[in-house]
């Protein structure tokens, strides 16, 4: 297991993807960007970036319809 | 008890911002448990939501551009909406229209008001916006969309029940509560004469001037214009008469230019008053002058505060001030009162007819200015009102009793259902990667 930052707070997964992180938490990859240690992540590329310990992760929904 | 609350607070200078912060410090003294979301924090919701989710979700909404944040939050997340204005075509128009979003603009007004020509839309994108916007109210969209809706009375709710088009989905009567709106201070006695002293001297007024005031902004809807013809008119009858506009002139609005040369001894123009300041002004008038047309059906946070200071007020006889025991200065016989039957209190303010607005404001100022012992009737009826209907222990008590009807109520977002405009539909990426391509960037999503 590997302790990260999620969205400010402490969180332990033992994904070894954003994408596979993402599927852990149930999360439709459409509706959200992704933040790894303050550089946004493009979406093809969530397969293959790794997580790493005491990363920082942002996952930032969209809420459009307004 | 779990709430998001949407809303601008403090430093943002409005009068919802105020209350607010008042009801959210109110509310968590009684247990609730409150995450507020002004525009920086709302980014924050959707991802505590998920994590924790809330067992409501408030939004307060008004007809301005502090508000434009919420409307996207609002109809995905369905909650209880609280409307401060029962119009919100003006800011809904504006905020679509400066992202030049005409085609969406164009397909909410025909959602919001089917019984009306599509074309009237045209209108307003082509500059003809304020009077038009009064005409509509463009909150058919939140209301189908929230769990529940609450307005201040309910004369404002019979009144939005009645601009809601009749093939609504929802059914409004079931979905639109009213509640008690509470704003100000009491002012005691020991402030009211140390105010009054000390302001007056600050302004070179006697102390024995008949003062009458005017607060906030300072906007031709409170009538100005009329206001100065029937101080001019005064004058004759009432010689000490002074009046003081006590708000910053808006900026499309040059108030100097409106006084005429035989007045400008007697009017004051401070500019923008802090809170404390704004109180002490009211509480060394005599008469606080709170007129408003056009309306957007709101409920004046300066009438309230001058009600609560125990100063006489003259309002005009709007529609959703139906229920407030009133006089009519060409009779002096009383407003309203019928519907309350026995239990109906003394009137607590003057209520000008807008059809007969010149002669009637006249005839009010004129009374008020020469009857010290009716605007003494008045401040305490007024105070009285205001205590039963307008003070923060009402409000918080009507708010227990909302948020346990809204969290009773279903929480489907009707307003996404096939029909409605295929904007309120729309996840947002499609608008950000269009943005962004406009500046030549590749969307990272």
Not at chain 2, 128 to 143: G, Q
Not at chain 2, 196 to 215: C, K, N, S, T, Y
Not at chain 2, 260 to 267: E, I, P, S
Not at chain 2, 279 to 284: G, K, R, S, V
């Amino acid at each position: 297991m590997k302790t990260i930052t999620l969205n400010g707070d402490p969180h332990e997964t033992a994904a070894p993807t954003v994408a596979t992180l993402l599927q852990q938490l149930e999360i439709d990859p459409r509706r959200v960007a992704v933040e790894r240690n303050f550089i946004v992540i493009k979406r093809d590329a969530y397969a293959s970036t790794a997580i790493e310990t005491g990363d920082q992760i942002e996952i930032v929904n969209f809420v459009g319809g307004g | 008890m779990k709430l998001a609350w949407f809303s601008p607070f403090p430093p943002v200078r409005t009068g919802i911002a105020d209350c607010s912060a008042e009801l959210v410090a109110a509310l968590r003294a009684r247990g609730y448990e409150i995450d507020c979301y002004p525009s920086g924090a709302a980014h924050d919701f959707p991802w505590t939501h998920r994590q924790r989710p809330y067992d409501l979700i408030v939004y307060q909404f008004g007809n301005s551009s502090h508000h434009d944040y919420e409307w996207a939050y609002a109809l995905r997340y369905p909650g209880l909406v609280v409307l401060h204005d029962a119009h919100l075509h003006h800011a809904r128009a504006a905020f679509l229209l400066r992202e030049r979003r005409a085609a969406d603009y164009r397909a909410e007004f025909a959602w919001n008001h089917p019984e009306v020509p599509p074309e009237a839309a045209e209108l307003a994108i082509a500059g003809f916006d304020s009077p038009l916007y009064y005409e509509w109210s463009m909150v058919r969209s939140l209301i189908e969309a929230s769990r529940l809706v609450a307005v201040h009375g309910e004369a404002t709710r019979r009144g939005l029940l009645e601009s809601i088009p009749a093939n609504s989905e929802a059914d409004p009567a079931e979905k639109i509560v009213a509640v008690r709106l509470g704003h100000g201070d009491p002012v005691s006695g020991d402030r009211r004469q140390r105010a009054r002293r000390e302001v007056r001297a600050a302004l070179g007024i006697a102390d024995d001037a008949v003062l009458f005031g005017l607060f906030g902004g300072l906007t031709p809807e409170k009538r100005i214009p009329q206001v100065l013809a029937a101080m001019q008119a005064l004058v004759p009858y009432a010689p000490s008469a002074r009046l003081v506009l006590a708000g910053a002139p808006a900026a499309h609005y040059d108030v100097h230019a409106g006084i005429a040369n035989g007045l400008r001894d007697r009017v004051t123009v401070t500019g923008y008053l802090a809170e404390s300041d704004l109180t002490d002004y009211l509480a060394a008038c005599d008469v606080s002058l709170n007129l408003r047309w056009p309306t957007a059906r709101e409920t004046s946070g300066a009438w309230l505060r001058a009600l609560a200071a125990g100063v006489p007020t003259i309002v005009t006889d709007l529609i959703h001030l139906g229920g407030v025991p009133s006089l009519d200065p060409r009779t002096w016989t009383e407003n309203g009162l019928s519907a309350l039957g026995s239990q109906s209190p003394k009137p607590v303010c003057v209520a000008i007819d807008i059809l007969d607005e010149d002669h009637s404001l006249r005839l009010a100022m004129r009374r008020l200015a020469q009857d010290a012992e009716l605007r003494e009737r008045l401040g305490r009826a007024g105070r009285a009102w205001w205590e039963r209907e307008h003070s923060l222990e009402v409000m918080v008590e009507d708010y227990v009793q909302l948020i346990a009807s809204a969290t009773a109520h279903p929480a489907e977002p009707r307003a996404r259902s096939a029909g409605s405009p295929d904007h309120f539909r729309s996840d947002g990426d499609r608008r950000l990667n269009a943005l962004l391509a406009s500046f030549g960037i590749e969307a990272p999503i």
